[in-house]
């Protein structure tokens, strides 16, 4: 009987402590699921739960009994930073003693409100009151929670450029519950508007406009204090931007169908380069606030465009590298900052983000000739190329010359250069061994490069007239792809060669990515001319050959005949004068 009064004593204690456990165990295991919904921030954001009250849940999951403090919190520190916000005289909770008092002033605030935003600020500025974190997720759930009252943060450290924010600090009820993350981000792409399409890449010819369209969102601003949203905009040194003086004329702004007044809506700022831009949205935030809850067109999604057009200018890169054109995005990336700060036309203020560069690229090319002499091998100059072409608007023409420069005139670093006895020149110093291949008569003597610029406007007459310089070249730089036809002048002595057709065809990456992407531009050049190409411009070798010094018929014989004849002429006169004094 002793034996079995002590099993059963044992059992009980056994069932006891089981009964005691399973509360325990269940207060364990609450837990918070990080759903970040629509959001375009990205997956890897760490957010971190502190526990604020502790108590018992009810099983709706909507009331908390017994609350106190969490065991980790002290309230010496919390309650009095509560009490002071905003003022001593002010503050909800200044007759506060207890945590329920706390929790019975945060009942009657909504959801989402101010009052309730002001708390979590307090929170978040006095968190190393409330201990140690309770828990942490990356991107997932955070697990083993006591049921009580949560404070969540997102404390993801964002040091790269793209779509990203953090999210609004979040306080949460709960055992078990999912919260959606409370902040987005935006986006923006930047196309080439070409014959109605929207592309990444293009070609074209100096003088041409490229069009160009910027495409973003109004943000989803729901749970931001304040809110700056800029477009940064960076124009190749190949691009010069097309400005209007009428106000709002260099740049088409809409958001939704609304088309916006710059210097109310938005304001542009110029940067050192001033084909460069930032446009800065003024009213994007208020107007968000004021209209999203009527689908008005500044609510969370509407479509936000841009338009913009440059000119190819003559700085443009030449070959398969391109112009690049990018944007990016600046925008406020903290949904808990409040706005304040001295605003800026062109910086934010607030903690920020960007996104990566959106690139597009525009290709030009170019077309040389390299004139010689076709027995000698040496080039001609003084000779003209007239160019003509459908896609021919402008074109950079370059001359090259030599001229006697005195030594102590050259520039540090410029290049010396000394003639050869067949005129051309070269870097090169004569020596003992070779100076027979010197200009003799310019012996002594330096000479340096010069190489003029121009531009030739071919709109009008479709056609661009250039004359080779001292190196027998000329180059027609800034070049689309089409079709061009090359006459030549044919200079003095010299037969002319037949008109040379060149055919440019270009083929553009699909999509840009980084900004490394290059075309491929491909010559067909009519004749059996010498052509070479590095893949960025062609050469074209036209060779010359003199006419035939053809020789003359009756030469000498015939002066022979002119001056006999004279003798003869005089003779006569003399024979009859004589006669007739011989007579008289």
Known sequence: MKLFKKMMALVIAMVMVVAMSIPAMAADTGSITINKGES?????????????????????????????????VDDSVLLPALKAVPTAETSPYKDCTTAQDVADVLSTFGDNSDEIKAFNDIIAANLAALGAADGTSTGGVISGLADGYYFVKDTTIITEPGTDALSAYIVRLLGTATIFVKTDAPSIEKKIVENSAEVDANNGSVVDDVNYILKSAVPDMTDFRAYEFFMEDDVSDGLTLNKSDTAGGTF???????????????????????????????????????????????????????????????????????????????????????????????????????????????YVTEIDILKRDGDTQLPLKNVTFDISGDALNEVITYTVAFAEKAEADFEAGETKYYKLADGTYTTTAPTSDTTDYYDATATGKLYAKTETVSSTQGKTSNKISMTTGDDGTVKFTGLGAGTYTIHETAPDKYNAVDDITVRITCTEPQTITDGTETCTWDFVVGGSHDTSTDGNHIVITIDNFKGATLPSTGGIGTTIFYVLGAILVLGGTVVLVTRRRMAA
């Open 40 to 72: 375009k921030i990205s997956d890897n954001h760490t957010y971190t739960a502190y526990q604020i009250f502790s108590g018992t849940l009810s099983d709706d999951k909507t009331t908390l009994t017994n609350l106190q403090w969490a065991e980790d």
């Open 252 to 362: 088409t702004v809409k958001v939704g169908d609304t088309t916006l007044t710059e210097n109310t809506d938005y304001k542009v700022t110029y940067g050192t380069d001033a084909d460069d831009f930032i446009i800065k949205f003024l009213t994007i935030y208020d107007r968000f606030k004021s209209e999203a809850a009527a689908d008005a067109d500044f609510a969370a999604g509407t479509a936000i465009t841009v338009e913009y057009s440059a000119k190819i200018n003559k700085d443009a890169v030449i070959g398969i590298n391109g112009n690049p054109n990018q944007v990016r995005l600046i925008y406020t990336n903290d949904a808990n900052w409040d706005g304040s700060g001295t605003p800026d036309d062109d910086q934010p203020v607030g903690p920020s983000g960007v996104t990566p560069w959106d690139i597009v690229k525009t």
